[in-house]
């Protein structure tokens, strides 16, 4: 059974800087991916940031590019989303995910945590 937490969402002054957390338990595929999304009110979850679980190979949205970083602990049972220089267009629902097989397409991500807010005023 696979379980996806995250934590470290919250409040921060413009400028500031977050550090999200999912702790994954269960088996998930190590050919995959995991990555963070985050959702507008009304609005569809976007991909911002991915990592290929094997390789350490990441991925950031042009929007969060040089802002964010993607990282995974040496277990890879944990990774981290370091946030740095937030906007308030940044304020939204963020989630963690895990893929299922080696494409890690959009439909691929299976698994989903419950979300964590982070607002940035």
């Known amino acids: 059974h696979v379980q996806l937490v995250e934590s470290g969402g919250g409040s921060v002054q413009a400028g500031g800087s977050l550090r999200l957390s999912c702790a994954v338990t269960g088996h998930i595929d190590k050919d995959g991916c995991m990555g963070w999304f985050r959702q507008y009110p009304g609005k569809e979850r976007e991909r911002i940031a991915t990592?290929?679980?094997?390789?350490?190979?990441?991925y950031h949205h042009d929007s969060v590019k040089g802002r964010f970083a993607i990282s995974q602990d040496n277990a890879k049972t944990t990774m981290f989303l370091q946030m740095y220089s937030l906007k308030p267009d940044d304020t939204a629902t963020y989630y963690c995910a895990a893929s299922v097989g080696e494409y890690c397409r959009l439909s691929d991500y299976k698994f989903w945590g419950q979300g964590t807010q982070v607002t940035v005023s």
């Open positions: 990592i290929r679980i094997s390789t350490g190979t990441t």
